[in-house]
């Protein structure tokens, strides 16, 4: 299980890198974490062995890498502005919403059932949309429903791992947020 610190946080926000994309990948080997971050489309994992620094950064990337020590390379500085669908689920058993981002959303509906995503296996996408800078919208759409941010740990094989990013709020609120936050970079 793996919490986020305040400065991992900072790191987080200051990249503009919704919790969406953070991983916890506590107790699996590096093959099967770069196979599930590469299917769910996660940027930074975390619960890992920290890096050789002094400081001992634990945000890895889906390769193991420190992503403190180097960010130039970092994935999501290359998405941020590409164009992408942002999609609402919802898991109907946790009573829980995820926004997040995919090139191809029944494709992301699968992964995120298969893999039990947030301890759901009942994902369903109630929203999708095309856009622009699909990576801006994400974060921003994240940062305006934190005040209905949940965390959720659950019990992946023989691993307890740490969810940051679901939301306890109405489907429609959340789709509203997102058209919201499209809207603004419309004009
Ligand atoms: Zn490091």
């Given at each position: ?17 919704p919790l969406s994309q953070v991983f916890d990948a506590t107790g699996l080997k590096k093959k099967e974490y770069r196979e599930v971050m590469k299917d769910l489309g996660m ?145």
């Amino acid at each position: 299980m793996a919490k986020l610190t305040l400065p991992q946080a900072c790191f987080l926000i200051h990249h503009k890198i919704p919790l969406s994309q953070v991983f916890d990948a506590t107790g699996l080997k590096k093959k099967e974490y770069r196979e599930v971050m590469k299917d769910l489309g996660m940027v930074i994992a975390i619960g890992l062995n920290p890096c050789t620094s002094r400081e001992r950064h634990t945000l890895k990337d889906k390769y193991g890498h420190c992503v403190q020590c180097k960010t130039n390379n970092l994935a999501f500085q290359k998405r941020f502005n590409e164009s992408g669908f942002i999609y609402a689920a919802k898991s109907e058993n946790l009573g829980l919403i995820k926004i997040g981002t995919a090139k191809d959303t029944a494709q992301r509906e699968y992964s995120l059932n298969n893999f039990g995503y947030g301890g759901g296996s009942d994902w369903k996408i109630h929203f999708a949309k095309q856009c622009n800078k699909y990576g801006r919208i994400e974060f921003e759409a994240h940062q305006g429903l934190m005040p209905h941010n949940v965390h959720r740990s659950y019990w992946k094989q023989d691993s307890l791992v740490d969810c940051n990013e679901l939301f306890d709020c109405k489907v429609e609120l959340a789709i509203q947020t997102i058209e919201k936050v499209i809207s603004q970079h419309q004009n």
